[in-house]
């Protein structure tokens, strides 16, 4: 009798279908599942066959990928408007980065500049040329050798999508139970609500994301088969995997996603068994990640995307713990696919999120920083487009969507702009500013010959995206790790500098050599890590090559005095809070009100371990009174930041912060 294990596909069907485990198993084994199934207990729905599809998207472990904008990248044929046909000139300069994969981000026929409101899912976008000049790209992709994903967005649709202007002007339509509805009598005109709904013509439906992107409803069988349809359509058309926008989005019951994402999978992989399926699954804890790995092979790890850049910032923490603490949380979760692997998906910045550069206020060298911890860490890297120029890019959104720099003047062959199909210019992109690709290119220390430099040494070496991981002890300010897999006879060393001073370690083996200068060292010699700059020492297998150093952690409280000026019409008596990660956002906490100190100036002081993080806001007592910008946008600070973010670098500093506006102001 042939014979099927799952792992989390029990727990799915525990939540199901109300069943209880054996009482002898653990709790760790009822997470995991472990269980066998015979034959009768196979069911035929395709929900329930996933372990039973053939699946060989092996090939995405050892990969990179590299995000596109495809707007923003190349102009092919003359209109200012990055194309297929100036993605298909540029396959060169893909293959010379070293890249094996595109994820492009949507390129439907939408209503909007980024596309993320599709109007007909069999289209082509006409800004960015034609079905022809999309398999034309695509075949010249895969001629050389390099694979591509498209972002699939189905959790909402356009409003000005053909199903829903039917469901509109028709309630009897088919298409009415596309989308999901409200019996509010009404919202007074209302465009939106903090639930989600939006009126239109009287009508009340969900819009997760915003009102010009109604919610499709999974309860409903045709729009999964109309889903699925999709899917086919495309992998027909060769593409070779899909990135799931908004994934967790799909319905309020996390275990009905769940369970369409399984079946979404199965459909994809009867289709194409190397179709490869990462998700938008954003979440800031890994117990939000991880349930998802039971439908889908990948996701992002916007954890630890978050955890390399305060890592840069000087936030000491133990990579390599977190990483290995995450993988095996992961695989718990993983078998109900039918496979014992995850494939985490890695990256420090992506469209949604500011570039990496802005985020580090310009400091290209922390940027590099960056660059190099995530691809020295397990997992399959992503790259932003023009991160491997340190591009610089934050809200609103479409400026970290600007024009890929090909030029020193800013302009030239193939440059793309910024027209009216955006929100705002462009504020980034400048002649002579030292970032295009032509100004960076054979520069030695350059943001982009670093990445190729990166890039080669993963590529060559791929024990990077799958080995074993250990930490290594060296002094305060550094970080050190190891790496080795079972088919090699050597092993990496990755030492990090996160100070803005040199250091140095001491090499303790023979024949060593720095993969990112080429230079060699033997025991004794001193290697110098200037500020921010990272080692990679290529040595014999089970070898510690530098002498460790047992890191002396200073146990100090550092004090910070938020000094806050508010607007002249703030209400004289209220509260002003400071709220933030300390006392779990709570925006009524008694013990952090500020103190008056002058006219419209108040100040609170609070203790902090030294180099730890913490991000924070001002209010009045409530969300509702939060602090804004002058235009009224959740964005506050120099930067234009959802939240100001403070480091316990100095003991008794004081910080100024000034609050531009209120939201109920």
Same mark, same amino acid.
């Given at each position: 009798?042939?014979?099927?294990?799952?792992?989390?596909?029990?727990?799915?069907?525990?939540?199901?279908?109300?069943?209880?485990?054996?009482?002898?198993?653990?709790?760790? %084994?009822?997470?995991?599942?472990?269980?066998?199934? *015979?034959?009768?207990?196979?069911?035929?729905?395709?929900?329930?066959?996933?372990?039973?599809?053939?699946?060989?998207?092996?090939?995405?472990?050892?990969?990179?990928?590299?995000?596109?904008?495809?707007?923003? $990248?190349?102009?092919?044929?003359?209109?200012?408007?990055?194309?297929?046909?100036?993605?298909?000139?540029?396959?060169?300069?893909?293959?010379? /980065?070293?890249?094996?994969?595109?994820?492009?981000?949507?390129?439907?026929?939408?209503?909007?500049?980024?596309?993320? %409101?599709?109007?007909?899912?069999?289209?082509?976008?006409?800004? /960015?040329?034609?079905?022809?000049?999309?398999?034309?790209?695509?075949?010249?992709?895969?001629?050389?050798?390099?694979?591509?994903?498209?972002?699939?967005?189905?959790?909402?649709?356009?409003?000005?999508?053909?199903?829903?202007?039917?469901?509109?002007?028709?309630?009897?339509?088919?298409?009415?139970?596309?989308?999901?509805?409200?019996?509010?009598?009404?919202?007074?005109?209302?465009?939106?609500?903090?639930?989600?709904?939006?009126?239109?013509?009287?009508?009340?439906?969900?819009?997760?994301?915003?009102?010009?992107?109604?919610?499709?409803?999974?309860?409903?069988?045709?729009?999964?088969?109309?889903?699925?349809?999709?899917?086919?359509?495309?992998?027909?058309?060769?593409?070779?995997?899909?990135?799931?926008?908004?994934?967790?989005?799909? %319905?309020?019951?996390?275990?009905? *996603?769940?369970?369409?994402?399984?079946?979404?999978?199965? !459909?994809?992989?009867?289709?194409?068994?190397?179709?490869?399926?990462?998700?938008?699954?954003?979440?800031?804890?890994?117990?939000?990640?991880?349930?998802?790995?039971?439908?889908?092979?990948?996701?992002?790890? $916007?954890?630890?995307?978050?955890?390399? /850049?305060?890592?840069?910032?000087?936030?000491?923490?133990?990579?390599?713990?977190?990483?290995?603490?995450?993988?095996?949380?992961?695989?718990?979760?993983?078998?109900?696919?039918?496979?014992?692997?995850?494939?985490?998906?890695?990256?420090?910045?992506?469209?949604?999120?500011?570039?990496?550069?802005?985020?580090?206020?310009?400091?290209?060298?922390?940027?590099?920083?960056?660059?190099?911890?995530?691809?020295?860490?397990?997992?399959?890297?992503?790259?932003?487009?023009?991160?491997?120029?340190?591009?610089?890019?934050?809200?609103?959104?479409?400026?970290?969507?600007?024009?890929?720099?090909?030029?020193?003047?800013?302009?030239?062959?193939?440059?793309?702009?910024?027209?009216?199909?955006?929100?705002?210019?462009?504020?980034?992109?400048?002649?002579?500013?030292?970032?295009?690709?032509?100004?960076?290119?054979?520069?030695?220390?350059?943001?982009?010959?670093?990445?190729?430099?990166?890039?080669?040494?993963?590529?060559?070496?791929?024990?990077?995206?799958?080995?074993?991981?250990?930490?290594?002890?060296?002094?305060?300010?550094?970080?050190?790790?190891?790496? !080795?897999?079972?088919?090699?006879?050597?092993?990496?060393?990755?030492?990090?500098?996160?100070?803005?001073?040199?250091?140095?370690?001491?090499?303790?083996?023979?024949?060593?050599?720095?993969?990112?200068?080429?230079?060699?060292?033997?025991?004794?010699?001193?290697?110098?890590?200037?500020?921010?700059?990272?080692?990679?020492?290529?040595?014999?297998?089970?070898?510690?090559?530098?002498?460790?150093?047992?890191?002396?952690?200073?146990?100090?409280?550092?004090?910070?005095?938020?000094?806050?000026?508010?607007?002249?019409?703030?209400?004289?008596?209220?509260?002003?809070?400071?709220?933030?990660?300390?006392?779990?956002?709570?925006?009524?906490?008694?013990?952090?009100?500020?103190?008056?100190?002058?006219?419209?100036?108040?100040?609170?002081?609070?203790?902090?371990?030294?180099?730890?993080?913490?991000?924070?806001?001002?209010?009045?007592?409530?969300?509702?009174?939060?602090?804004?910008?002058?235009?009224?946008?959740?964005?506050?600070?120099?930067?234009?930041?959802?939240?100001?973010?403070?480091?316990?670098?100095?003991?008794?500093?004081?910080?100024?912060?000034?609050?531009?506006?209120?939201? %109920?102001?």
């Amino acid at each position: 009798m042939r014979r099927v294990f799952f792992t989390l596909f029990l727990l799915s069907m525990l939540l199901f279908f109300g069943c209880s485990p054996d009482e002898t198993s653990s709790t760790e %084994d009822m997470e995991a599942g472990q269980v066998e199934l *015979t034959e009768d207990d196979e069911q035929a729905d395709e929900t329930l066959a996933l372990v039973d599809i053939e699946q060989n998207i092996e090939w995405a472990e050892e990969a990179i990928f590299y995000q596109v904008f495809v707007r923003s $990248f190349y102009d092919g044929s003359g209109d200012g408007i990055g194309d297929f046909k100036g993605l298909k000139e540029q396959i060169p300069y893909f293959v010379e /980065l070293g890249v094996d994969a595109l994820w492009l981000m949507p390129i439907n026929k939408a209503s909007s500049y980024h596309g993320y %409101d599709v109007e007909d899912y069999y289209d082509i976008e006409p800004d /960015l040329g034609s079905m022809a000049d999309f398999a034309a790209f695509l075949e010249e992709a895969h001629e050389n050798n390099i694979k591509v994903i498209l972002d699939f967005v189905v959790n909402h649709t356009s409003i000005n999508h053909e199903w829903f202007q039917t469901a509109l002007a028709d309630q009897e339509s088919e298409y009415h139970d596309y989308y999901i509805w409200d019996d509010h009598e009404t919202y007074q005109g209302q465009e939106s609500n903090e639930q989600g709904w939006h009126e239109i013509d009287g009508r009340i439906y969900s819009g997760h994301y915003n009102n010009d992107m109604p919610d499709l409803n999974y309860r409903n069988p045709a729009v999964r088969e109309e889903v699925k349809a999709i899917a086919s359509f495309w992998i027909n058309k060769g593409v070779d995997g899909f990135r799931l926008d908004g994934a967790p989005e799909i %319905d309020e019951d996390e275990k009905q *996603t769940i369970e369409w994402w399984r079946e979404f999978n199965a !459909h994809v992989k009867s289709e194409n068994p190397e179709a490869f399926i990462v998700g938008e699954n954003w979440f800031h804890t890994i117990d939000g990640i991880r349930p998802y790995y039971s439908a889908m092979e990948s996701s992002f790890n $916007f954890v630890l995307t978050e955890d390399i /850049l305060d890592f840069t910032n000087g936030v000491t923490m133990d990579l390599v713990e977190e990483v290995n603490g995450m993988r095996e949380q992961y695989l718990r979760f993983s078998n109900a696919r039918g496979q014992d692997f995850i494939i985490d998906a890695t990256m420090i910045g992506n469209h949604d999120l500011d570039r990496v550069v802005s985020r580090f206020d310009g400091d290209r060298e922390k940027a590099k920083l960056a660059a190099s911890v995530l691809m020295t860490l397990p997992g399959t890297p992503f790259i932003y487009y023009g991160e491997e120029l340190g591009q610089e890019g934050q809200r609103p959104d479409d400026n970290r969507r600007e024009p890929f720099s090909w030029y020193k003047e800013a302009k030239g062959p193939g440059m793309t702009v910024m027209n009216d199909r955006f929100f705002h210019s462009s504020a980034y992109t400048h002649p002579n500013d030292g970032i295009s690709l032509e100004e960076q290119k054979g520069v030695a220390g350059s943001v982009y010959e670093h990445y190729k430099k990166l890039i080669a040494i993963r590529k060559d070496h791929p024990m990077l995206f799958t080995g074993n991981y250990e930490t290594i002890d060296t002094e305060f300010g550094l970080y050190g790790y190891t790496v !080795h897999d079972e088919d090699s006879d050597y092993q990496l060393t990755m030492i990090h500098n996160q100070r803005n001073e040199e250091r140095t370690v001491k090499a303790s083996e023979n024949e060593l050599e720095e993969l990112l200068t080429g230079a060699a060292y033997s025991s004794g010699d001193d290697i110098t890590l200037p500020p921010y700059h990272s080692i990679i020492l290529k040595s014999a297998k089970h070898t510690i090559p530098v002498e460790e150093v047992v890191a002396e952690i200073p146990d100090l409280d550092y004090s910070v005095t938020f000094q806050v000026t508010v607007p002249e019409e703030t209400p004289v008596d209220d509260d002003i809070y400071l709220v933030g990660e300390f006392n779990q956002w709570d925006p009524e906490d008694e013990q952090y009100i500020l103190n008056q100190v002058d006219d419209y100036v108040y100040e609170i002081t609070i203790d902090g371990k030294a180099f730890s993080m913490i991000q924070y806001k001002i209010t009045r007592g409530d969300w509702d009174s939060r602090e804004q910008n002058s235009a009224g946008e959740d964005l506050i600070g120099e930067r234009q930041t959802e939240n100001r973010i403070y480091q316990f670098s100095n003991n008794e500093h004081v910080e100024e912060v000034v609050i531009e506006s209120w939201a %109920d102001q």
